[in-house]
T-cell receptor, first 117, second 113 residues
Framework: GAGVSQSPSNKVTEKGKDVELRCDPI?????LYWYRQRLGQGLEFLIY????????KSGLPSDRFSAERTGESVSTLTIQRTQQEDSAVYLC???????????????FGEGSRLTVL | GESVGLHLPTLSVQEGDNSIINCAYS??????FIWYKQESGKGPQFIID?????DKRQGQRVTVLLNKTVKHLSLQIAATQPGDSAVYFC????????????FGTGTLLAVQP
């Protein structure tokens, strides 16, 4: 597609359930990022992929959070045993190259809003 | 996480006035900075960037100023329009192999007609 696509756009789940959030980056973009945004707050870095490898997972808040990327394309963020504190918008972004390139513009999707009851 | 607080700083300006949004960044080794605009219910959108070897860069109606001495970044918007109303974030690339952007808390710009 023309932009970064995320699904679902909204997800309501019960505490303790697992959720999967999907990101389809712009075709050809090798770098992919996941951020979390709580209501009224800034963006919190979670993980960065270059190709299919994740050189930086330092932002994942706990071992309940994991992410993978296959075929240098789609990425899935999985949250196991969700807690109410996980409620947030999860934003995915991609860029053509890493930030060492001439432009570090990240193209963001519209996010997946997760509500944990 | 790197974000703090529930209440975003707010800048209220009259339509047609110039706006200045400020940001303090944390890492003196950061070498690349970006301003993003986020409208309600949408993902952030790139506005303008600047590398650490520059102190000023201009775009269409926007100017970014970088003061490395005091680790300060500002975004100037000329002739502010109602469509400029949004939350504005500065972001810094902390360098090294990680290539991640660290975002500031954000400033809500409210343009009064």
């Amino acid at each position: 597609g023309a932009g970064v696509s995320q699904s679902p756009s909204n997800k309501v789940t019960e505490k303790g359930k697992d959720v999967e959030l999907r990101c389809d980056p712009i075709s050809g973009h090798t770098a992919l990022y996941w951020y979390r945004q709580r209501l009224g707050q800034g963006l919190e870095f979670l993980i960065y992929f270059q190709g299919n490898s994740a050189p930086d997972k330092s932002g994942l808040p706990s071992d309940r959070f994991s992410a993978e990327r296959t075929g240098e394309s789609v990425s899935t963020l999985t949250i196991q045993r969700t807690q109410q504190e996980d409620s947030a918008v999860y934003l995915c972004a991609s860029s053509l190259l890493g930030l060492a390139s001439y432009t570090g513009e990240l193209f963001f999707g519209e996010g997946s809003r997760l509500t944990v009851l | 996480g790197e974000s703090v607080g529930l209440h975003l700083p707010t800048l209220s300006v009259q339509e047609g006035d110039n706006s200045i949004i400020n940001c303090a960044y944390s890492n003196s080794a950061s070498d690349y900075f970006i301003w993003y605009k986020q409208e309600s219910g949408k993902g952030p959108q790139f506005i303008i960037d600047i590398r650490s070897n520059m102190d000023k860069r201009q775009g269409q109606r926007v100017t970014v100023l970088l003061n490395k001495t005091v680790k300060h970044l500002s975004l100037q918007i000329a002739a502010t329009q109602p469509g400029d109303s949004a939350v504005y974030f500065c972001a810094e690339n902390m360098g090294g192999a990680t290539n991640k952007l660290i975002f500031g808390t954000g400033t809500l710009l409210a343009v009064q007609p």
